[in-house]
């Protein structure tokens, strides 16, 4: 089975390298190829040693014949895809008919027409390959004609959560419900800074995402600003502020900075640094709760069984603690409901007060939803 995983934004964004990662630990395949358009952060992290990567694009050279051919069929044909075709053809001649290509941008649906996904999978399909959208959520109310078109020629749709299950069994496509790859990540330890105690630690994570999607201007960060001001008098736990995401447009460490800066004095908290995603995963492992706003952070830290609290913006997060828990209500807090500075601490206190049940579900239930996620190999095998 020849697999190739795209597209692949980058391992700036650590859920991204955790996708890839808990792939290939699935897929068990040594003819795994993965198409990024950031290969340098993906080398930093180290993927090259467990897949073979590839550049997702190539640079268009003028003054040649596939050049020449492509613009006559833009220019004189009208053929609008053209030169976007040349652009991704590494992608294209990779492929053949023994190939499944996997599309691993787990919620490329969710924020409007991803016109350039509609024409890869469309040109694998044309050359005989199986497609699938792999582990994705999908936000049925932002569903356009244009996104059920594509859905419809997926050969599987691997929904990783039920929301996105149901609302794909909805419009009729090829659709199975799996838990996220992320969640089998492995677990690197490494060595805690001084004010960071094993299990009584409140990880911490912000992310610029939540902040452009509040409906409050400056309530997110009032709202992360009075819970650690509450852990800080009001318990024992110390902080540990975990960034997850360090893409230049979108990191994490700007809002994780600025905290740091304002509580620093306090000798209460503590910075991790953007570490690849199995280290960050070895430190929110050992935290006594967390609150996360990236996606992959909170279930790195489902995965280890530690109460977390998702300040969440999307269907996922709303759909994989529905999964685990029978419902979201208090696990995941929408940062556009956000309009008082207690709120998240208020949902904080209910964590706290519920932890213990909380962890006892994680364990439980936790070791049976990840073997789930090995079976993944066998919905491949039957394409």
Known sequence: MKIMMYPHGGSGNRG??????????ILNSKKAYLFSSEIKQ???????????????????????????????????????????????????????SKTI?????????????????????????????????????VDESQLTPNM???????????ARESLTYEAMKKINVNTVLYPDPAFILDTHYLDV???????NTVGINV???????????????????????????????????????????????????????????TNRIVKIDALPAEKIKGYIAR???????????????????????????????KGIAKDLFGTYDHYVLPVQSLKKKDDLKNSFQWLMLNEDSIR?????????????VYKLREELKEL
């Open 16 to 25: 991204c390298e955790a996708i890839v990662r808990g792939s290939i630990n």
């Open 42 to 96: 993906d080398m930093e992290v180290e993927l090259d040693q467990i897949c073979e990567i590839r550049n997702e694009q190539k640079p268009i050279k003028k003054n040649t014949m596939k050049y020449i051919y492509t613009a006559i069929r833009y220019y004189l044909f009208k053929d609008k895809e053209a030169f976007d075709r040349l652009v991704f053809d590494n992608i294209f001649k990779s492929a053949d």
């Open 101 to 137: 290509a996997l599309s691993i941008g787990g919620d490329n649906y969710c924020y409007g027409e991803a016109t350039y996904i509609y024409l890869i999978n469309r040109e694998l399909k044309r050359k005989g390959v199986k497609t699938v959208l792999w582990c994705c959520s």
């Open 148 to 158: 059920r078109k594509d859905l419809a020629t997926y050969d599987k749709i691997i």
């Open 193 to 199: 800074p001084d004010l960071f105690l094993e299990q």
């Open 207 to 265: 992310s610029p995402m939540i902040i452009n999607n509040e409906k409050n201007k400056g309530m997110t960060m009032e709202n992360y600003c009075n819970l650690i001001e509450f852990i800080i008098e009001n318990t024992t736990m110390n902080i540990a502020l975990i960034p997850h995401v360090i893409w230049k447009d979108n990191d994490d460490r700007i809002p994780i900075e600025k905290l740091y800066s304002k509580y620093s004095h």
């Open 287 to 317: 935290c006594r709760f967390f609150i996360g706003a990236r996606t992959h952070s909170t279930i790195a830290a489902y995965s280890s069984c530690v109460p977390t609290l998702v300040v969440g913006y999307s269907i996922k997060a």
């Open 360 to 372: 006892n579900q994680l364990n439980t239930i936790m070791p049976e939803y990840k073997e789930k």
